[in-house]
């Protein structure tokens, strides 16, 4: 018997996507991780486009530029208590559900959405994290994605600081940590296949583990 359930956290770069779609391929599991936004949109009754903005932060200062052209201006040319506008309405405890909700139907890779946070402790979950240092991670979309050294490492840098926002945000989680997971896979070195590989036999040996064998 394989786990029933494995979810993937990836950073930006790390191939995580590559590795859970061949996870799934592999055990005849579906994929998830743009349907969970899709879901969570048809019951919000909005586009997906808004729900997935809610998994996104921009950054201080572009919420403080975003904040004052909803408020009157003052005639000595301040604006008049300007406030941070808030985080998407209530989108986070709905894409949370669809997460639970999804890996109690069982067979599924689910990726991203800081899903190995909110299912820990389920019966047959493999945690997993797919991750790299941000140098191979930025090298990796220069390769693939044909983006320019300087863009990629601003990509990384982002993705990087709103991968923390979220967990904070979601989860309350304040540092994340290895043993928040089963398996930690660095793809610096092994590539995303090897990786791959290595959640399968995971996955697979997980239930012997338990029994004993």
């Known amino acids: 018997m394989t786990s029933r359930i494995i979810s993937i956290s990836r950073s930006l770069g790390a191939g995580g996507e590559e590795v859970g779609r061949t996870v799934a391929k592999e055990l005849g599991f579906r994929y998830a991780d743009e349907e969970i936004i899709v879901e969570a949109a048809q019951k919000a009754g ?55 909700e999804t890996a109690k139907e069982g067979n599924v890779v689910i990726v991203a959405h800081g899903a190995s946070i909110p299912l820990a402790g389920t019966s047959g979950l493999l945690r997993v994290l797919v991750t790299g240092s941000p140098a191979a991670r930025a090298e990796r979309l220069v390769r693939e994605a044909g983006m320019g050294e300087a863009e990629a490492k601003k990509a990384i840098d982002e993705s990087d600081r709103q991968r923390q926002g979220y967990l904070r945000r979601f989860y309350n989680l304040r540092q994340e940590l290895p043993t928040h997971y089963d398996l930690v896979v660095n793809t610096d070195i092994l590539t995303p296949p090897l990786a791959a590989r290595l959640v399968l036999a995971a996955a697979r040996g997980q239930h012997e583990m338990k029994a004993g064998k």
């Not at 919420?63 to 208590?81: F, K, M």
């Open 46 to 100: 909005v586009s997906p486009e808004t729900v997935a903005q809610a998994e996104y932060t921009p950054g201080l200062v572009t919420r403080i530029l975003e904040s004052i052209g909803r408020v009157p201006i003052d005639p000595e040319g301040w604006s008049a208590h300007a406030v941070l506008p808030p985080a998407t309405p209530g989108y986070e405890t709905l894409i949370v559900r669809i997460v639970q």
